[in-house]
């Protein structure tokens, strides 16, 4: 059997390596959070094999694709095209459904045009995106935007003292002008002391030209009333504008469903089409697995050939653990995983083969329960003569593996080498820090700690929870279990929703752009700049990239990108200050032998020797080290970090802060993390219950259960056949509910 040979790769931390991957078989790549993995599987072989196949396309073409840098590896062999399955978020916006992003709504309309009745037009018609099909009152939105008035105006003031409460209204901008300067307002007259005539001009006027207007009016601009010109610019499309305010949009806007259709999208007439009582609308508002069911009834033979493959597709969906969702739920509100698994049955049929697919982290979001049944998909995508290389952490799947390669030893600057190649079996039999960790002994906490007060959760209707009550304990570790979609999330966040002292820490990004690094999110930019500036005897400014110290060649940003007509986007590392984006005046300025490009570039372990006397900055980035992100460098970028650091990243900054008396609440905090690294992750929860706050996790991880104090599992199944508490207590006691696949679990994990 060929390989993929890949020879000194030493992208980010990894070591000159070379390493010889089997074609045709699921190869697992293990090793520590930080130890190199996806250097070496995303950002080496995916991005080779995606930028050489965007080099055979003509350069129009090359225009609309990602640009991809040629990675650090000396060459790479017998390399396929790649098809990368990663975490991220699927996205798109309030028109992107489950049923539109998997092509699956295109066969339900076609159904429906066919057998539905009355008739009432083709297959495009029941789309809530063509005009003669949506709701004319919401555009096919299922909801209508209103503007809360309050939130826009201080009727307390006039137009000079700033009434218009957005910050592209002010009265220096040049949208507030237009109502300064169009001479129809008492510009001292307070908001609330208009007459009915006046604040309908201002608020409701449509665009007009001015009969005499004043002379610092500008010549061809058209009056236009506050509501229509707040419309048009932040409400009617999703643009760069909406996107920069979208706080104060948040707060302005409010929606709720659309009286006309109901939040159903579609008008009367395309409603009116029914199948068994059901309308294209009521049917995609069905739970995947009732959906199948419905289809089942149908027996109409001129339709078998739309039913047939529809039921397969939906039948995909099931089997990979996505029973729970509806065709009509917007992709937006989806986790990684959910996206990930979409994209998965994505390929599932698919007749291309000699492909290699490379999946981040496939068990992510996902229940030992269903696991088993990813694993048969992995291995079904093998079987069509595929390569499938998987980063992972979770010990089911690593077992599922043909080949594994282990990464390591350590993370950041002490990883980065090949530590292991071989079978599973092997593995057991090495010695690394892989295999230390999936031979270790698992048993239930023998002495969990004692309840002596709960927080009470009582009459939860939301989703699937139908009046479900539950009580939590106060200052111990309670972990909520239960498959994916059984009701674990909605019961904590409708739960705990309005309880004041309670902090959510999830793994969404952070708001961040590439010019927002680890220093900037710890509030610790401000203070490295000062120390530098004390020692030096230079302005702090210079120490900023983003003010006096940034290069002039590239203003700040470490790249130089040139727009080449007809041709991508070229980026290339700016020559003037090497990627370093400092000017040659701030790099020269050095404390101890370093500038202030040497500091970011050093990791949050490096850096607590430099920093060392001074107490603020060391016991910020000890917080950081404290949750396992010592291999951190303290200038990376935020949008380079998966969920689970961003998550990690935000527990820290609540540790050492002196809070108590709070709920912490997490979501599946073992993502992305080795099962060497759980241990950090739970003296940093015991450090909170210890300062007096409860902790609460979300977790489908079998060694996070097995140290609870106390657990809620949540089922038995997903959407409809969960939302039942099962049990809540010590976790000893999980282990004789029969209705329970947690607890099967947990019995084969501990025994």
Known sequence: MTSIKVRGASQNNLKHIDVDIPKKELVVFTGRSGSGKSSLVFNTIAAESERLLNETYSSYIQNQLTQYDKPDVDHIENLPVAMVIDQKRLGGNARSTVGTISDIYASVRLLWSRIGAPFVGYSSVFSFNNPSGMCESCQGLGYVEDIDLN????????LNE??????????????????LYSGLFDNDKKIKDYSKEELDTFLYTKPKKLKNPPDNWPKTAKFEGLIHRFRRSFLLNDNFEKKRFLKDVNRVVTASKCPSCKGKRLNDKVLSCKIKKLSIADFTS?????????????????????????????????????????????????????????????????????????IDEPSVGLHPEDIEKINRIMKSIRDKGNTVLIVEHDPDVIKTADYIIDIGPGAGQHGGQVTFTGTYQALLDSDTVTSTSLNQQHHLKKEPAAAKEYIELQNINKNNLKDVSVKI?????????????????????????????????????????????????????????????????????????????????????????????????????????????????ALDAKVEGYSIADVLSLTVEEALDMFEDMPNIYNRLKTVQSTGMNYMRLGQSLDTLSGGEIQRIKLSRHLDNGSSGHTFIFDEPTTGLHEADIPILLDCFKQLIEAGNTVILIEHNLTMMTHADWLIDVGPGAGGKGGRILYSGIPEGLLDVQDSVTAAHIKRYIE
């Not at 130089?560 to 003037?576: H, N, P, R, W, Y």
């Open 151 to 158: 939130e826009l105006l201080d009727f307390d003031k006039s």
């Open 162 to 179: 700033d009434a218009i409460k957005f910050p592209s209204f002010s009265p220096d901008s040049w949208r507030g002008k237009r109502y």
């Open 473 to 585: 304990p106060k200052d111990i570790l309670t972990v909520v279990t239960g498959v994916a979609g059984s009701g674990k999330s909605t019961l904590l966040r409708e739960g705990f929703k309005n309880k004041e002292d309670t902090t959510f820490i999830n793994q969404k990004p952070v708001h961040a752009s590439n010019r927002s690094n680890l220093l900037t999110y710890m509030n610790l930019f401000d203070e490295v700049r000062t120390f530098f500036s004390r020692h030096t005897g230079i302005e702090k400014g210079m120490f900023s990239y983003n003010s006096t110290g940034a290069c002039p060649e590239c203003n700040g940003k470490g790249i130089i990108k040139t727009e080449l007509a007809f041709m991508g986007d070229f980026s290339q590392v700016c020559e003037e200050c090497n990627g370093t984006r400092y000017r040659q005046e």
């Open 286 to 358: 069905l739970s995947i697995d009732d959906a199948i069911d419905f289809l089942k009834t149908l027996d109409d033979d001129k339709a078998m050939y739309i039913i047939k493959p529809l039921l397969s597709q939906l039948e995909a969906l099931s089997y990979i653990g996505l029973n729970y969702l509806t065709l009509s739920r917007e992709t937006t509100s989806l986790s990684g995983g959910e996206s990930q698994r979409i994209k998965l049955v994505r390929h599932l049929n698919s007749p291309l083969s000699d492909l290699i697919y490379i």
